[in-house]
């Protein structure tokens, strides 16, 4: 079993007790019978998710009462939560992963006597393992938005440089290459969006990527099994700590004095700067890959999966996951079972990719990319996805966003904004 699997398996036993109950509800619930009416909610476009629906219907007349409501993004959660407690929410609906934790205790656990943990694990990317306990699965993997490294050819060739970076050094030998400056060392042109916060929209998932990718995978499980924060830990017999070492190399190319400096606070957002072809590597998610093709069909670019530490055999990349979830207030609890089991099968998963153009969240969807280089790489990406169980998503964005400026502007050394970053994450964990 792996690192990742450990440390995602049990990250839920405080609701045992609640678990218990379910499983004695899900004798009977689980059963058999039919379908009937069922009720998803989501924040996915409602012809995209509605159009797959609709040629699901065609083949499975068990979809024919099934009804999808797209929410809006910035109350979804609220709506949700709400929803739930007044009893007028969804059978269904779509989780992200990093909002899996806050809506632990409001789902029902798919318990492994119906979709085996085998099963689970041979059919979905690794990332699905968040949705794991040791009692089921939270929620079924539904899609899979990975991190990539898009890079501006012209300004990597006009460098003399071929190929984008595969390891996060060669990065310092190339921003001198590509970064310029004026008169009043403003950036004018720079190699890589690293260092910031505020307009690097992505700057939480590259930090999270270096995180894992040196070692600390933040969120685990203390010696008796309850979730509990681990970022900050130094390995027994390590020399450096890896939280340290990714914050110190995440932030140097924000410091004026070096000679990776590439990015400061006063640039444009990164995809701004990138569409407008004066960035010459964005780290951003497959998602954006249209939107950049639409903002410039004239920009010379492509993609490629995220530089790694060299010498590591682990290859990690951040990724969106997002699941269906059952919810615990549900009206139709089997009728939910059922449409979230035919809508991560293998067959709707195909549909649900190609309508959003990302990847395939199961592992046994083929793609033809011969004639889409993109869609090879976001495969790529996709199976080397990791995340994390993030108690809070708006806490732990205000606690990135402080180890990041306390370093940049001077405030904080590395290894004191990973010490203050770990106590704030242990505050934004819950007692349960």
Known sequence: MSTFQIVV????????????GVFAAFGGVFSSGGVGAVTIWGTVDQQIVG???????????????????????????????????????????????DELYSFSDK?????????????????????????????????????????????????????????PPQFWNDFFTLAPKITSLDA??????????????????????MLSTLFMQAGDYIVGQDNVGNTAIIFGTTPEGATT????????????????????????????????????GDLAVYFGFASEYGEITKRNPNLRFSVATLPQIEGNSTRIAYGNIVGLAIARSAKNVQGALAIAQKLSSKSAV???????SLPPVRRDVSLDTNANAAAGVFAQSALIARGWLDPSRAGSDEVFKNMIESVVSGKSTPATAVAEGTQALEQLLPRR
């Open 184 to 205: 009043r060392s403003n950036v004018k042109k720079s190699a890589v969006a690293l260092g910031e916060w505020r307009n690097i929209p992505t700057a939480k998932a």
């Open 350 to 356: 195909a549909l649900i990719s190609g309508a959003l």
């Open 107 to 163: 789902v029902l656990t798919i318990p492994y006597s119906v979709i085996p943990q085998g099963s689970f694990l041979a059919s979905f990317v690794d990332e699905g393992q968040l949705f794991l306990t040791r009692e089921g699965a939270l929620a079924l993997p539904f899609t899979i938005d990975p991190l990539v490294m898009y890079w501006n050819r012209d300004l990597l060739a006009g460098a003399g440089v071929a190929s």
């Open 51 to 97: 159009g797959v629906i609709d040629a699901l219907e065609s083949e499975d007349k068990s979809f024919e009462a099934v009804t999808y409501v797209k929410k809006d993004p910035l109350t979804y959660s609220a709506d949700l939560v709400n929803a739930m407690a007044s009893g007028s929410g969804p059978d269904l609906f779509l989780v992200a992963g």
């Open 9 to 20: 398996l049990g990250i839920f036993s405080s609701l045992i007790l609640i678990g218990i």
């Open 241 to 276: 700590n890896p939280a340290e070492s990714a914050l110190r190399f995440y932030t140097e190319f924000a410091n004026p004095t070096k000679s990776g400096y590439s990015w400061n606070r006063s640039l444009p957002l990164a995809p701004d700067m990138f569409v407008a």
